[in-house]
Structures are given as C-alpha cells and as structure tokens.
C-alpha cells in the first residue's frame, strides 16, 4: 500500500479529514522548505502538496504566481525540488508528498537525465505522488504506467465543469487522491460556494472511487470545516503563500505551522 492510501485508510478509520497544504519549493527563502514541511507536518498536515516552480503556471493565481517566479530566481528547479524531499526524507519517512506543478519541468529534467528519470528519481527521492496540471487523463497513460511502476501516484484535477466522460477518464488512470477545484478561476480567486461543492462531489463519486479533496478558495477554519463534511480532504495553499510571504526567515515555519493548527482543530471538531 502507498503511503497516500495508507495515510487515507488511517484518517478513515479514525472518522477524520485529510489536511494537504501547499507551499511552492524554495519559497519565500531557497533553504526553507523542508524545514517547513516539518513544521506543516506537526502542525497536523497529513500530506503536503509541494509546488514545483514554473515561469507559464496557467492554473495559478498571482500570489502563487509571485511565489513561483522569486524560487525560479532563486535557482529552484526539478533538481534542487527532489533534493529538498531527499533532505525532508531523513526525518520523516511517513507523510505522503505530492509534486504539484506543470508539465515542462518534468520535461525539461527528462530531456536532462534520460528518458524515465524522473519517476525514477523522485519515488527516490521519497515523493510519493504527482500532479501535473496541463496532462489530460487522455494524452497521458504512458506517463501514467511509468508513475506507476516506480510506485507513484497519478493525481489528476477535477472542476465545476467537468463532464462525465471527463470523470471517467479521471478515473481510469488516477491513483491516490483526486483534486476537486472548487471554482472556475485561477488558485485565490473568487469565493468558495460550499452549496456547489456539496452538489457536485456525489457525482464525482459515481465515477471516481478513490478519496476527493478539495481546493481552491478555501482561506479561514470556517470555510475549510464545511469543506470537510463533504470532502475527504481539505487543500490549502493561497493563503499559507500569503502569510509566509514576508516573514522574516526564522518566523516563516512559525507562521505556516500556526494557521494549520487552527485548520486542524476546525477539521477534527
């Protein structure tokens, strides 16, 4: 059993909700984010979604955008991500963690390294999931098989609009966990309508049979609480991105692990 599934199976035994905070790799210092994924992590993370940098990132809104662009400046790639998990690894080796990101960095690493290398290296490096925003169920099943057989998941984004047909793809091929976008929009946009999210998970689950977590435009203990009656998982990220932003560097895993903690105790209460 992966760690995401075993992770899943716990929190389900237990009657609670899946707590996955984003942060983008080498944000808002380069040296930083292991350290923070620690303190996510005792803060009650129980997976960590990390944002791989990328200079085109369709999907995200403009803090994460903003985050993204001061990593790429800093000299954060694909390399020095796996590099921050390998370092994150040595101390736990039981939280699941997911690449979030796009398909050129993956790319671009593969075209350095050899074609397969990256699911080679990063189930070495201790990842244990992928989300790629901009490869379709449709267009990527090789990609899908060779995760696969490094022993990683294949985590896939599901929207307002999604089709049933769009559903099934989904589900032919992803593993571990699926990611409802809860708004049309970029990450940060717009507000949550948790009414929608509770009409549309029903359906996913007529064709998805895997956990479903929910993101986008979920800020505050209030709105990630009622995410969580319906959902198996909550996903954060805009605004941890917003409060660690300025920190100065010794306050920065302070600041995530304190926010989390509040959405931690909304989610088990």
Not at 47 to 72: H, T, Y
Not at 180 to 198: F, I, P, Q, R, W
Request: net charge neutral; with cysteine; hydrophobic share 50%.
């Amino acid at each position: 059993m992966s760690r995401i599934a075993a992770t899943f199976s716990r929190l389900a035994a237990a009657k609670r909700k899946a707590l996955i905070p984003y942060v983008t790799a080498g944000f808002p210092y380069p040296d930083v984010t292991p350290e923070l994924m620690h303190a996510m992590v005792e803060a009650g993370a129980d997976v960590i979604e990390l944002g791989v940098p990328f200079s085109d990132p369709m999907a995200d809104g403009p803090v994460i955008q903003k985050a993204g662009e001061k990593a790429l400046a800093a000299g954060i790639g694909m390399a020095q991500v796996l590099a921050m998990v390998r370092r994150f690894r040595e101390r736990d080796s039981r939280t699941p963690v997911v690449l979030m990101g796009y398909a050129n960095p993956v790319e671009r690493y593969e075209l350095g390294h050899g074609v397969g290398a990256f699911a080679r290296d990063a189930a070495a490096a201790g990842v244990d999931g992928v989300l790629v925003v901009d490869y379709p169920p449709e267009e990527c099943e090789a990609f899908a098989a060779t995760l696969k057989a490094a022993g990683l998941d294949l985590i896939f984004l599901l929207a307002p609009t999604s089709t049933t047909q769009r559903m099934r793809q989904v589900a032919r091929v992803a593993s571990g966990y699926v990611y409802y976008v809860s708004l049309k929009g970029v990450t940060g946009a717009g507000h949550l309508d948790t009414s929608a999210v509770e009409q549309m998970l029903p359906r996913i689950r007529e064709h998805v049979h895997i956990p479903v977590g929910v993101g986008f435009g979920i800020r505050d203990a209030e709105s990630a609480r009622a995410v969580g009656r319906v959902a198996d998982a909550v996903v954060i990220g805009t605004r941890i991105i917003q409060l660690i932003e300025d920190q100065p560097r010794d306050a920065v895993a302070a600041a995530a692990a304190g926010f989390l903690r509040e959405i931690r105790q909304a989610l088990d209460s």
